[in-house]
């Protein structure tokens, strides 16, 4: 074996990963459409590859990307993927967990069960654009002082659904809380503290307009 | 464990319940309040360090023994199999 083939261990799986894919397509596949916007920053190449390519316009976190991506991409896929905003997790694929959840348009979406192509100039919010800057949103903060969390892959999904939760008014109650937080699975069971979390932001949020 | 999850094989031995959709975990809905209350005492029996090891998983073992007591309590029913589903108890 050469030296340029031995195992590199300061290599991290996800740049092995997208190194191994780059070299497949770079035999395979032919360049993909051009896809060009004034406004928007410079177009990322899809990940992974594919035959036929399309271009879209995603509004993430308030910053334009066009790309150009596998028509079948989901939108969980091409989030982290392709912008690598990995704090969306991918829990089931399924639409069954939770894990994936963001905003579109404001409104809570189950990322793993739409496609990219579908959310066309559609406004994008993950994990990575509620905080402030450094500050943290008041639910990322009561996650934390609550405990509300043990292994953490459901909780950028559990913060989404409870911030678009409290923006509909609805987290007033417990029992409310427990009901409309439950396409949200967490495996670890920190339910409890996680509908504490809520609550109290729900406290400090009501009527602040965030 | 003790109410839901129940891993079901077909007859060619594939899980028939392979997703969340067929095996079900508690949800929020499900869960109530649940108080930790911490045993201060050392068990040097156990082990050398007094601690009755492990973090979660020897605490969890005992849930699913204290809702089979529960349920025969409520039912006169003794439940040896987990998940404890109604069928079970018909």
């Known amino acids: 074996m050469s030296d340029e083939n031995r195992f590199d261990p300061n290599v991290t799986r996800r740049e092995l990963m997208a190194g191994a894919v780059a070299a ?76 994936c959840t963001v905003h579109v348009n404001g409104e809570r979406a189950l990322s793993c069960l739409m496609l990219a192509a579908q959310c066309e100039g559609d406004q994008i919010t ?20 609550h405990d509300g969390f043990q292994c953490g892959y459901c909780t950028s999904g559990q913060i989404m659904s409870a911030v678009a939760l409290i923006k509909e008014g609805h987290a007033t109650t417990e029992d409310e809380v427990r009901e409309l937080m439950s396409g949200n699975l967490c495996r670890c069971g920190a339910y409890p503290n996680i509908c504490k979390a809520v609550m109290d932001a729900q406290g400090k949020l009501a009527g602040s307009g965030i | 464990m003790a109410l839901t999850e129940a891993a079901h094989l077909d007859e060619k031995g594939r899980y028939a319940s392979a997703d969340f959709g067929g095996y079900h975990l508690p949800s929020h809905a499900d869960v109530p309040d649940i108080e930790v209350e911490v045993i201060n ?50």
Do not use: W
């Open chain 1, 126 to 145: 993950t994990i990575e654009g509620i905080a402030n800057g450094d500050e943290l949103h008041p639910v990322q903060k009561a996650f934390i002082d």
């Open chain 1, 24 to 99: 497949g397509v770079a035999a395979s596949v032919p360049a993909g459409l051009a896809f060009a916007d004034e406004a928007a920053p410079a177009a990322v190449p899809a990940v992974g590859g594919s035959a036929v390519e399309m271009g879209v316009k995603l509004i993430v976190n308030g910053q334009p990307h066009a790309l150009s991506i596998d028509p079948r991409a989901t939108l969980l896929d091409t989030l982290r993927e392709t912008l690598s905003l990995t704090g969306t997790k991918k829990g089931c694929d399924h639409g069954q967990c939770g894990a």
């Open chain 2, 41 to 90: 005492a050392a068990d040097e029996n156990f082990g050398a360090l007094g601690s009755r090891g492990g973090v979660g998983e020897l605490s969890i073992s005992g849930v699913a023994a204290a809702v089979s007591n529960a349920v025969y309590n409520a039912t006169g029913k003794r439940i040896r199999e987990v998940p404890i589903t109604p069928d079970k108890l018909i």
